[in-house]
C-alpha cells in the first residue's frame, strides 16, 4: 500500500503533464530542482536533452523533461512505467534493479578539496576517513564509500545531502571537508552553486570508472523499451554518439 501511494504521489507532476497533452515518455534528470518541457531551452551546452531529443524523434514518442533531486528523480523511475533517467551511473548493484537503453559516457570519480586547503593530504582513501565527506542521498559513489567503512558521523564521516549542489556551497562555508563527484558533475553543480571551479581541486582519485547510461524504469513495456533501444542504436550507428563522447561537452541534466 505504502508503495502504491508513493506511485502516485511521485507520478503527480506527469500525470498533470499527461491531462494537459499526451506524454508518452516522462524523462527525468538528477538535477537540483526546477522543471522543463521537452521545448524548452536547455539550460547548459550538455548532450543529454539533444540526444533525448533525438531519440524521441526517431521513436515517434512525446516526451516531457523533469528535474528532480537525484534520490527523487530514483524513486520516481521505480514507480512510473513510461519513465527514464539520464545520466545514471550503471553498478553491479543497480543491474538488476531497471533497465538500460544505452551508454551515454564514462567518467572518472574523485574526491575534492577546497584549493585553499593544502593542511588536506590523502595518500590512500583510508586517510579521507578523518574527514568529513560530503556525498549525494542515493549515490552508488556513497554506498562505496561505505562498503570502504565510511560511516555517518558527527565531526568526521558521511555527510548525506540531497541536492548536488548544496554540497559545493557546504564545501565553500567549511561545514565539510571533501565532497565527491566526477570530473564532469562538479562543473555543473559549480555552475548551479554561483561559484567557481577554480576554489575547487581533486584530492584523491576513487577506483571507480563510471560508465553512465540512460536508464528506464523496470516496469517499462517491452514494445516501449525496445522502440527506445533501436532509437538509440541508430544514433550509435550513425556516430552522433561517439563523436558527442569524444567533443568535451558535459552530458549536461
Not at 506511485?7 to 522543471?35: C, E, K, P, R, W
Not at 548493484?93 to 574523485?110: C, F, P, S, T, V
Not at 523499451?225 to 568535451?248: P, V
Amino acid at each position: 500500500m505504502r508503495r502504491k501511494w508513493l506511485g502516485v504521489l511521485l507520478g503527480a507532476s506527469s500525470i498533470a503533464q499527461a491531462a494537459n497533452g499526451a506524454m508518452d515518455v516522462l524523462v527525468l534528470t538528477g538535477s537540483g530542482g526546477g522543471n522543463a518541457t521537452a521545448e524548452s531551452n536547455a539550460p547548459d551546452n550538455g548532450y543529454g536533452r539533444e540526444l533525448i531529443g533525438k531519440l524521441m524523434k526517431d521513436a515517434g514518442l512525446s516526451y516531457a523533461i523533469e528535474a528532480q533531486p537525484f534520490a527523487r528523480a530514483l524513486k520516481t523511475l521505480e514507480v512510473q512505467p513510461n519513465a527514464l533517467l539520464f545520466p545514471l551511473l550503471r553498478s553491479a548493484e543497480r543491474e538488476a534493479k531497471y533497465q538500460w537503453i544505452g551508454l551515454m559516457a564514462r567518467r572518472n570519480y574523485y574526491l575534492y578539496r577546497l584549493a585553499s586547503r593544502n593542511d588536506i593530504v590523502i595518500p590512500a582513501l583510508e586517510d579521507a576517513k578523518r574527514y568529513r565527506v560530503g556525498v549525494l542521498r542515493g549515490d552508488v559513489r556513497a554506498d562505496y564509500l561505505r562498503k570502504q567503512g565510511f560511516d555517518e558521523g558527527i565531526d568526521k564521516g558521511l555527510e548525506v545531502v540531497n541536492v548536488a549542489f548544496s554540497l559545493i556551497k557546504m564545501q565553500q562555508a567549511n561545514r565539510i571537508d571533501l565532497i565527491v563527484f566526477s570530473d564532469e558533475g562538479v562543473r555543473l553543480a559549480c555552475e548551479e552553486a554561483k561559484v567557481s571551479c577554480d576554489t575547487i581541486v581533486p584530492a584523491f582519485k576513487l577506483d571507480i570508472v563510471g560508465n553512465l547510461w540512460l536508464a528506464a524504469s523496470p516496469q517499462m513495456p517491452a514494445p516501449l523499451l525496445d522502440n527506445l533501444r533501436k532509437a538509440y542504436q541508430k544514433q550509435e550507428d550513425s556516430g552522433y554518439l561517439g563523436k558527442m563522447m569524444k567533443s568535451g561537452r558535459p552530458i549536461g541534466h
